[in-house]
């Protein structure tokens, strides 16, 4: 079955260490998204890629890094400097970075940070 | 720029009863909308989508939502709400002005199915 499987889905860091979060999809999928959901905030984009080797900051990049060397990965590393990064953070994909393309969800990863 | 806002944090209806969620949105341009349902610890699944023409749209699971322009407004709505129903909901507008395929949320609805 074609999908988006974010790993891992608990993850527990210390404060100052950076951490990275895995996405990956097997749907072909030329656009892919990274967003934050807090709760009673909605989500929140991170950053996002259209095509593989470009990606674009988003609404709250300050804190994070992404790459997109493969465009079946998709993986967000979470640094030090975010200063608030404990949440739910859910990866996206749609087939092409067009306005009426719907997003297709992993079901997430969330990270806490002590 | 687009924005979409939710109105009630938090819904409640008894098994049977109507669902209403309430959505209005904000667009300089003809708007792309979206509802997506979110179970606990999950991801978001599509429940359904207006881009153009018909402007009653049907979901999955007997959800549908009518795009009404004079009141810029996409309420969703499911005439007999099921225990199954209860999780959160999402509105969302596209980034038609970057066309960048970024969808712009809500702040999220969590739907309460009584017994």
């Known amino acids: 079955d074609g999908g988006i499987t974010q790993s891992p889905k608990y993850l527990f860091r210390k404060e100052g260490q950076n951490v990275t979060l895995s996405c990956e999809q097997n749907?072909?999928?030329?656009?892919m998204y990274w967003y934050r959901q807090d709760p009673g905030q909605g989500l929140r984009l991170i950053y996002y890629s259209q095509i593989v080797n470009d990606f674009q900051k988003g609404d709250i990049a300050e804190g994070y890094s992404v790459s997109r060397e493969k465009k079946e990965s998709f993986p967000l590393t979470v640094t030090s400097a975010q200063k608030n990064p404990t949440a739910f953070y859910l990866c996206?994909?749609?087939?092409?970075?067009?306005?009426?393309?719907?997003?297709?969800f992993g079901n997430g990863t969330r990270l806490t940070v002590t | 720029a687009q924005s979409v806002t939710q109105l009630g944090s938090h819904v409640s209806v008894s098994e049977g009863a109507l669902v209403l969620l309430r959505c209005n949105y904000s667009s300089s341009v003809p708007p792309y909308l979206f509802w997506y349902v979110q179970y606990p610890n999950q991801g978001l699944q599509l429940l359904l989508k207006y881009t153009t023409g018909a402007t009653l749209v049907k979901g999955i699971n007997g959800f549908e939502a009518e795009f009404k322009k004079s009141e810029t407004s996409f309420h969703l709505t499911k005439p007999s709400a099921h225990m199954s129903d209860a999780a959160e909901y999402f509105c969302a507008v596209s980034d038609r002005d970057g066309n960048t395929g970024k969808l712009i949320f809500g702040q999220g609805t969590t739907l309460q199915v009584k017994p």
């Open positions: 749907l072909n999928h030329d656009a």
């Open positions: 996206a994909s749609s087939i092409a970075p067009t306005a009426n393309s719907p997003l297709h």
